[in-house]
């Protein structure tokens, strides 16, 4: 497996932990919100109101609190205004940094993100400098010991996947934006239990990071993805497998 992908399988367990501690909720708040302002308050007719919401219920976000953020971003309760910004970057080593936010106060963010770069060894570049790198993908996580390998490639293959990668603890799917929501509910339809099921963006190539240059890199995502107004970060380095351990 590439750093790379041992990077995203790190940041999934993270994730997986973090939603146990409640650290994510606040977040997937602001997910709904902008989803129900953007597209309306009806998951079955907004795709991205619906993945907010499972986002939300698979870290256990008490329902009571979704329905609250989604009549907050429907209007039907006074709420804050959350805007959606893209930062191009770049960190230590030549690493391309995708940075999405949400935040009530774009003058701030921009100063906050502004100061991680610079302590960090990075810097923030202009706009699109580095979103072609990457491009939109539909990825789904199921655990090796809940699936078996030849039937969920026949069952990954029926429902259009892309690619189907196998892992040491894990098999990824991968599928277009596009035919993600059917594949996911045929998945499903079908028995297999979904340990992760997301539309992110994955790097159409990689940059080999290592040394200092590798763990600073490490710390700079790490401190932007504790930021409250980031939601997510995504980036093309492939580290080697011993300093991302020393990560995780």
């Known amino acids: 497996m590439s750093g790379h992908s041992k990077w995203a399988s790190i940041k999934h367990k993270k994730a997986a932990l973090d939603a146990k501690r409640g650290k994510v909720f606040s977040k997937l708040v602001k997910e709904i919100i902008v989803a129900a302002r953007n597209g309306g308050a009806n998951p ?49 080593g030549g690493a391309a940094i995708l940075v999405q936010i949400l935040t009530d106060n774009k003058n701030r963010t921009a100063s906050e993100m502004r100061s991680i770069f610079s302590k960090k060894g990075g810097s923030i570049a202009g706009v699109g400098a580095v979103s072609w790198i990457f491009h939109k993908k539909g990825i789904v996580r199921i655990a090796r010991h809940k699936a078996d390998e030849d039937e969920l490639f026949l069952l990954a293959t029926e429902a259009g996947a892309e690619d189907f990668r196998t892992e040491s603890d894990a098999y990824e799917l991968v599928f277009s ?72």
């Open 44 to 92: 079955e007719t907004n795709s991205q109101l619906r993945a907010a919401i499972d986002s939300a219920k698979a870290a256990n976000m008490p329902s009571a609190n979704i329905e609250k953020a989604v009549k907050r971003g429907s209007g039907e309760l006074e709420g804050v205004h959350y805007e959606e910004v893209t930062y191009d970057a770049y960190g230590p």
């Open 177 to 248: 934006p596009e035919d993600f929501e059917k594949a996911k509910q045929q998945l499903q339809t079908k028995g297999i239990e979904l340990d992760m099921a997301s539309v992110t963006f994955v790097p159409k190539n990689t940059v080999r990071v290592e040394g200092k240059e590798a763990q600073q890199l490490l710390g700079l995502v790490e401190e932007l993805e504790e930021h409250d107004d980031v939601q997510s970060v995504y980036s093309n380095f492939d580290i080697p497998d011993e300093i991302l351990a020393q990560s995780a």
